[in-house]
């Protein structure tokens, strides 16, 4: 499947000659405006210039977090995305991250009891697997 390539970056205003004219108003304006966009190799260096435009969020809230997900899962390939497989190893991997630390409490003699979410958890990873298995 094609689809651009990263590293993407969330939008931000840069400091040059345009944009030191601006009046502060404006300025806000502009630094708002760009924190939506999603961006594949932005560079400073370029003053931007080499940016290539992947999507506009809503808030740059959202910005920010769909530019965490897409470097995140860089080099996973779609269809491993839509099929749970990642899902599924990300729970396997929290779930044993979990049971290490209650392994090691119980060793330096910590009374450590399992949070209702961390039980729920390890619940599920569990079902996974069978499925899985």
Do not use: H, W
Not at 70 to 80: D, S, V, Y
């Amino acid at each position: 499947m094609k689809y651009t390539r990263g590293p993407y970056a969330q939008g931000r205003l840069l400091n040059t000659p345009t944009v030191k004219r601006l009046y502060e108003v404006e300025r806000k304006i502009a630094e708002f405006r760009e924190r939506k966009l999603i961006l594949a190799n932005f560079s400073c260096k370029d003053d931007g210039k080499s940016r290539e435009f992947v999507a506009e969020a809503g808030i740059p809230e959202d910005a920010e977090r769909i530019v965490a997900c897409l470097n995140a899962c860089e080099g996973i390939t779609t269809e491993a995305l839509q099929s749970g497989a990642v899902e599924i190893m990300v729970d396997m991997s929290l779930a044993y991250v979990n049971d290490d630390i209650l392994a090691r409490n119980a060793r330096n003699g910590t009374n450590c009891a399992l949070l209702t979410g961390q039980t729920y958890f390890i619940d599920k990873v569990k079902v996974l697997e069978e499925e899985i298995l």
